[in-house]
């Protein structure tokens, strides 16, 4: 059972423009919800993470919207810059933070 | 230090080899994950250490065995494994469970099975 839906699996945005991934979940234990960025060969790093009590979360030129209602959240990456390439993995936490699942990753190309 | 280390990088193994992949982190953290990354997949968890004690075994076969020595190591050892086993190796560490905390994830050990 996947717990973590992740789409689109693969986007291409050009320089400048705005990166937006989504993801669903079902497990209302969730209540961690990171993003990392991995480039090839690398782990996973951690991007941006909320907790459900919060609708919305900045920093920099990444912003994660949530919706607890729904049990959807996204990422939005504003001015995408070619170094963003990479695949994007959402994930959540439960509330004992130790069974950590991802969704199914994006792979993201930001053209030049 | 912010680091999770892991050795070897790249790993080749015949079937009938025994080996060892190694994890390191100084910065305090309380567990440590085992995850398994297939090309073009998620990463999915194996073992989940919590204060030096297995504490999650996501029906991993026993040709993976864990091991954490102490609070800052953890290792995974590899035996009899099939060319299937191919993959990504990911150690991760969190300040502990009991809690969300953010992960911080190793490089990985690219691991071969011939």
């Known amino acids: 059972q996947q717990q973590v839906k992740q789409s689109p699996q693969s986007l291409i945005v050009q320089k400048g423009g705005i990166s937006i991934i989504n993801c669903a979940y079902e497990n209302t234990a969730f209540d961690y919800f990171p993003w990392y960025q991995q480039f090839p060969g690398k782990g996973p790093a951690l991007l941006i993470a909320i907790r459900p009590d919060v609708s919305e979360k900045k920093e920099g030129r990444f912003t994660i919207s949530f919706n607890k209602s729904a049990k959807q959240f996204s990422?939005?990456?504003?001015?995408?810059?070619?170094?963003?390439?990479?695949?994007?993995?959402?994930?959540?936490?439960?509330?004992?933070?130790?069974?950590?699942?991802?969704?199914g990753g994006t792979r993201l190309m930001v053209k030049p | 230090d912010t680091e999770?280390?892991?050795?070897?990088?790249?790993?080749?193994?015949?079937?009938?080899?025994?080996?060892?992949?190694?994890?390191?982190?100084?910065?305090?953290?309380?567990?440590?994950?085992?995850?398994?990354?297939?090309?073009?997949?998620?990463?999915?968890?194996?073992?989940?250490?919590?204060?030096?004690?297995?504490?999650?075994?996501?029906?991993?076969?026993?040709?993976?065995?864990?091991?954490?020595?102490?609070?800052?190591?953890?290792?995974?050892?590899?035996?009899?494994?099939?060319?299937?086993?191919?993959?990504?190796?990911?150690?991760?560490?969190?300040?502990?469970?009991?809690?969300?905390?953010?992960?911080?994830f190793g490089s990985g050990t690219r691991l071969t099975v011939v």
Not at chain 1, 76 to 96: E, K, L, R, V, W
Not at chain 2, 35 to 49: D, G, S, T
Not at chain 2, 54 to 74: G, M, Q
């Open chain 1, 75 to 103: 990422l939005h990456i504003m001015d995408s810059q070619p170094g963003d390439s990479a695949t994007y993995f959402c994930a959540a936490n439960n509330n004992a933070g130790n069974m950590l699942t991802f969704g």
């Open chain 2, 4 to 104: 999770v280390t892991q050795t070897p990088k790249h790993l080749v193994m015949g079937m009938t080899n025994k080996k060892s992949l190694k994890c390191e982190q100084h910065m305090g953290h309380r567990a440590m994950y085992w995850y398994k990354q297939k090309a073009k997949k998620p990463p999915e968890l194996m073992f989940v250490y919590s204060y030096e004690k297995l504490s999650i075994n996501e029906s991993v076969p026993s040709r993976f065995s864990p091991e954490c020595p102490n609070s800052s190591l953890l290792n995974l050892h590899l035996h009899a494994l099939q060319p299937e086993d191919s993959a990504l190796y990911l150690c991760a560490s969190s300040q502990g469970t009991g809690r969300s905390y953010g992960y911080t």
